[in-house]
């Protein structure tokens, strides 16, 4: 295909640019004085919109907007006008509401003698938001379809379908609404751009950018092979983002895991490469089936916590005298089939007297060290000291997701929005386009068989865990793997995470303040959680997400819709109930506050208020008794 492009930094195809002939010297000398002239003016210009930005922060607003209407009156071919033109925009828009006269500015913006292709769009964006804030909803709409038609590959389509949603629910037109804003979050934008790496269990996005996928059928796809070096291969269908646009964009999940080749999720390991492909049938310069290739860095975004006797609940404080429990999530550590292990160190940091803090700094004066400051300007003294340090190593643990199961209802096959993490391809934007055409959709057809379950005993969390004694004491033994540490001490977990989305090696921490007695007297009762529990529970979120998504469409004025998913989480409520009740304790608790949610939000108050008094009488400390009367 022509003019071609794949990849976060790869330009696949070809660009053409035509030949120019010039042939008189005295042309091109007359080009070059011209060029030498606008940039001279470009120059001025800017040094005076800058001294009106200066005025306008230090609220001499007057004088800003006086020094920004000259830069347009000196300087009326510079290209430096524009911005001029946008900031007495917004002036007059956001500070002084006057809508027709800021509307005035960014329509000169959005003029076609502009080149900027980016100022344009916001330009016009801004044109339609005036036009929303004087509720002249018509011409608002009117506006914000120029945006998404005549930049459909720009970031301020998001922005565009967000008003165009809210103007809608302004008029009361709540299914149109619910379409436009659906619509709000499907743009990919440069600044979002990670194209060369990919964080493990995240959805790897691809986009392609080619002049003939402008022709493409609705709902024909571009095949894209995804294939990562562990073995895993992936077949990924990009769809066109809408009509007589040339990018066409698709994705697929990704998680830790054995390869298994056709299932619609890429399985990785911490050290994978992705190699991406794409068949290019024709190029501009006349080659034909020619594969573009980009490879993907597999990484993973250190998480450091310290946790509860379960490793469920993140602490902010540990208890002199326990174990505290130490957990790391990276996913770039999973290596192999085994349990893994990572290295970090554990630390008691002590916060230091004001006396030992200006003593440091007299020290430092002394020695005519300079002292480095703050935006504050106090100077930069670490006012912790380490009282003891033991080095851990933490094994990889094997962690099931309990709640993977897909919600019940026509939500389950609700496609997540695309973001712009992870995104292979220069992140410009997808203009919309809708959720379930991004999606992976698995290779062959339905009538072939389904690719047989792999029986996988091997580790492939990223989740590493560790625990480590905590005694309080006065006198620090450092030679042994306790941490002795005093009441108002702080436990500190220190990770050097080398692989991650950013080009350099982050060093993150994690604090937890030491104190005496319990947590509220919390402790871990059981840890292993049965089928019937686990059933119990995930039912449980599911009626939850139910109700939430019913209570959305119920706002719209959808009352059909909402109607629909509140019997959806009533079934599951009256599937459990026997367990629940069976199980007793904090699941049937839950069971009773979620019954009397649903319940209240279909108006049946009689059926609501009998189980407020049932949960009153089998649990009268709970939480949840005052909100339920």
Same mark, same amino acid.
């Given at each position: 295909?022509?003019?071609?492009?794949?990849?976060?930094?790869?330009?696949?195809?070809?660009?053409? @640019?035509?030949?120019?002939?010039?042939?008189?010297?005295?042309?091109?000398?007359?080009?070059?004085?011209?060029?030498?002239?606008?940039?001279?003016?470009?120059?001025a210009a800017k040094k005076l919109l800058e001294a009106g930005d200066a005025r306008y922060e230090a609220d001499e607003v007057t004088k800003a907007v006086e020094i920004w209407q000259s830069v347009i009156e000196r300087y009326p071919r510079s290209k430096v006008r524009y911005?001029?033109?946008?900031?007495?925009?917004?002036?007059?828009?956001?500070?002084?509401? !006057?809508?027709?006269?800021?509307r005035a500015q960014f329509e000169q913006v959005a003029a076609e003698e502009n080149r900027n292709e980016e100022q344009r769009a916001e330009a016009t964006l801004k044109a339609g938001i005036c036009f929303y804030e004087a509720r002249n909803f018509g011409k608002c709409f009117q506006v914000m379809r120029d945006v998404i038609e005549k930049f459909p590959v720009s970031k301020q389509v998001n922005e565009a379908y967000y008003y165009i949603g809210l103007g809608h629910f302004q008029l009361g037109h709540y299914s149109?609404?619910? !379409?436009?804003?659906?619509k709000?979050?499907?743009?990919?934008?440069?600044?979002?751009?990670?194209?060369?790496?990919?964080?493990?269990?995240?959805?790897?996005?691809?986009?392609?950018?080619?002049?003939?996928?402008?022709?493409?059928?609705?709902?024909?796809?571009?095949?894209?092979?995804?294939?990562?070096?562990?073995?895993?291969?992936?077949?990924?269908d990009c769809f066109s983002v809408g009509r007589n646009v040339r990018i066409a964009l698709g994705s697929v999940l990704t998680k830790l895991g054995k390869p298994q080749s056709g299932n619609g999720t890429l399985e990785l390991k911490g050290d994978d490469t992705v190699e991406v492909s794409y068949i290019d049938e024709q190029t501009a310069d006349k080659q034909f089936n020619r594969k573009l290739l980009h490879k993907v860095t597999v990484v993973g975004n250190g998480l450091l916590s310290i946790t509860d006797g379960a490793f469920k609940e993140t602490l902010r404080g540990v208890v002199l005298g326990k174990t505290i429990n130490l957990q790391i999530i990276d996913a770039d550590r999973d290596l192999t089939d085994a349990a893994d292990t990572i290295k970090a160190t554990v630390e008691v940091v002590r916060p230091k007297s004001d006396e030992e803090i200006e003593?440091?700094?007299?020290?430092?004066?002394?020695?005519?060290?300079?002292?480095?400051?703050?935006?504050?300007?106090?100077?930069?003294?670490?006012?912790?000291?380490?009282?003891?340090?033991?080095?851990?190593?933490?094994?990889?643990?094997?962690?099931?997701?309990?709640?993977?199961?897909?919600?019940?209802?026509?939500?389950?096959?609700?496609?997540?929005?695309?973001?712009?993490?992870?995104?292979?391809?220069?992140?410009?934007?997808?203009?919309?386009?809708?959720?379930?055409?991004?999606?992976?959709k698995p290779t062959g057809s339905a009538s072939q068989p389904a690719a047989k379950p792999v029986e996988d005993n091997s580790i492939h969390s990223g989740v590493f865990r560790v625990t480590v004694a905590l005694a309080k004491a006065e006198e620090v033994v450092s030679t042994d793997d306790v941490l002795q540490a005093l009441p108002g001490d702080f436990v500190r977990l220190t990770y050097a995470d080398e692989k991650n989305t950013t080009v350099e090696i982050r060093t993150i921490t994690f604090d937890a303040k030491a104190i005496e007695g319990n947590l509220g007297g919390v402790r871990v009762t059981k840890a292993m959680i049965s089928d019937r529990e686990l059933r119990v529970q995930t039912q449980l979120k599911t009626a939850?997400?139910?109700?939430?998504?019913?209570?959305?469409?119920?706002?719209?004025? @959808?009352?059909?819709?909402?109607?629909?998913?509140?019997?959806?989480?009533?079934?599951?409520?009256?599937?459990?109930?026997?367990?629940?009740?069976?199980?007793?304790?904090? @699941?049937?608790?839950?069971?009773?506050?979620?019954?009397?949610k649903i319940y209240y939000e279909m108006d049946k108050l009689e059926l609501a208020a009998a189980m407020a008094e049932r949960l009153q009488r089998q649990f009268p400390d709970s939480g949840f008794v005052d909100d339920a009367l």
């Open positions: 295909m022509r003019a071609s492009r794949f990849g976060a930094a790869i330009c696949c195809g070809v660009f053409c @640019l035509a030949g120019m002939a010039v042939s008189q010297e005295a042309a091109k000398k007359e080009e070059g004085s011209a060029l030498k002239g606008s940039i001279v003016e470009d120059r911005e001029a033109y946008m900031k007495l925009g917004t002036y007059y828009l956001q500070r002084d509401r !006057q809508y027709d006269k800021a149109r609404a619910i !379409q436009a804003l659906e709000v979050g499907t743009t990919l934008s440069n600044s979002d751009d990670k194209g060369e790496k990919l964080e493990a269990g995240k959805r790897l996005f691809v986009k392609i950018e080619d002049a003939d996928l402008s022709a493409l059928e609705p709902g024909q796809s571009i095949k894209v092979e995804c294939v990562a070096t562990s073995g895993d291969k992936e077949i990924v003593n440091e700094l007299v020290e430092l004066k002394k020695s005519g060290k300079a002292v480095a400051t703050d935006d504050e300007g106090e100077p930069k003294i670490e006012k912790f000291k380490k009282v003891d340090r033991v080095a851990v190593t933490l094994a990889e643990a094997k962690v099931e997701n309990q709640f993977e199961r897909k919600p019940v209802g026509d939500d389950a096959t609700e496609a997540p929005k695309t973001t712009a993490a992870n995104t292979v391809g220069p992140s410009n934007t997808t203009g919309g386009a809708p959720p379930t055409k991004g999606e992976t939850h997400a139910l109700t939430n998504i019913g209570n959305r469409y119920k706002e719209f004025g @959808l009352k059909k819709n909402a109607d629909a998913k509140y019997e959806q989480a009533l079934d599951l409520c009256d599937e459990i109930m026997s367990e629940a009740t069976k199980l007793g304790g904090k @699941l049937l608790e839950e069971t009773y506050v979620q019954l009397w």
